[in-house]
């Protein structure tokens, strides 16, 4: 005879919100363990919350907290009582790991980027970012007057560039692309993975000065320096001329449509007959699905004032400027790549 398996209740809805508004914990959880450096001191082995606290300099019986919570969410585990070990997600809080989060979860912690969370209300009754609101300066006024901060941030996106540019090497198909400029392309980690993945290519680096400048040591650390000019400026006015492709990570979603077709506008003025526009962000899918394409716009919302956008959208903000979106690839994270032409 067959056992009878009955399903579980479904939780309440009381219960289903309650866990969602107790997420903000867990992200500070993260922040806790990664300004620590919690899975460094665990890479070679399991350790007590006693020897953490002491290498952290940190309460142990609070740090002790904190680690148990990040057990249950399955980032640590706890092997013995009191002493816990890495798990593959907790692996990924290494600052080694080649996949690694760490910038990202140090970024997301902060307080000077946490505290912008709470004023969402200010962004949703006045439509404007709430980071201007909180600092009195908007984010990259803001970044270019706190060197200490950008760097963090700087370090979030290069963690992020990290987790993408394998899956958007793989996935699009550069034949063709002799010259290759990463428009507000950071420190070039995306741009050095294109890079070599095909040996001929060069590429051109543009950003603002301070950011280009900290450039080098990353390119030369994956041996393409000598394949890469960096050029400094403002994207809103100018970017380089003639290269084949303009590629853009992550740069789009941060501006509302004005300024997003500024830039458009300033690559379509450089761009040759043949040249092609490369959007790499995630996509906004059409419907009520779960996606985190939809939390990552609230960010967009109370931070640079930008916006995640559908296919669609995509499609009418490109047509604005003169081009004409070809495809839209799927990589094998969430991001995609956004292939735009000229359209005459």
Excluded: C
Aim: glycine fraction near 10%.
């Amino acid at each position: 005879m067959n056992a009878q398996h009955t399903a579980a209740p479904a939780p309440p809805p009381e219960a289903i919100l309650t866990q969602m508004a107790f997420g903000a914990l867990m992200t500070q959880a993260l922040y806790v363990a990664a300004k620590l450096g919690i899975a460094d001191l665990l890479a070679a082995k399991p350790q007590t919350a006693a020897q953490l606290a002491a290498a952290t300099e940190t309460h142990e019986q609070a740090l002790y907290r904190v680690l148990r919570s990040l057990a249950g969410a399955g980032v640590f585990a706890e092997v013995e009582p009191r002493v816990f070990g890495l798990t593959p997600v907790g692996e990924a809080l290494r600052s080694d790991a080649p996949n690694s989060m760490r910038g990202g979860m140090i970024f997301m912690g902060e307080a000077w980027h946490w505290g912008v969370w709470g004023h969402m209300l200010h962004s949703v009754r006045t439509g404007r970012p709430a980071w201007g609101h909180t600092h009195g300066a908007e984010v990259f006024d803001y970044f270019a007057a706190n060197p200490a901060e950008a760097e963090i941030f700087n370090r979030a996106m290069t963690d992020m560039s990290a987790v993408t540019a394998a899956p958007v090497v793989a996935a699009y198909d550069f034949a063709g692309v002799n010259t290759l400029a990463d428009i507000a392309g950071g420190h070039g980690y995306l741009l050095a993975q294109v890079l070599k993945a095909h040996p001929a290519m060069r590429g051109v680096l543009f950003d603002v000065g301070p950011v280009v400048g900290g450039a080098g040591a990353l390119l030369e650390a994956e041996g393409v320096a000598g394949r890469v000019e960096l050029v400094a400026g403002d994207f809103f006015k100018a970017v380089p001329r003639g290269a084949d492709a303009y590629m853009m990570k992550h740069i789009i979603h941060d501006w509302d449509d004005e300024r997003s077709r500024r830039i458009l506008r300033s690559i379509r003025e450089a761009m040759p007959a043949h040249g092609k526009v490369l959007i790499i962000e995630v996509v906004v899918p059409e419907g009520d699905e779960p996606h985190y394409s939809k939390l990552l716009d609230l960010e967009m919302l109370v931070s640079p004032g930008g916006a995640e956008r559908t296919e669609r959208e995509y499609r009418e903000l490109l047509a604005a400027e003169g081009f004409r979106l070809t495809r839209v690839v799927p990589t094998a994270s969430p991001f995609s790549v956004i292939e735009a032409v000229r359209a005459d």
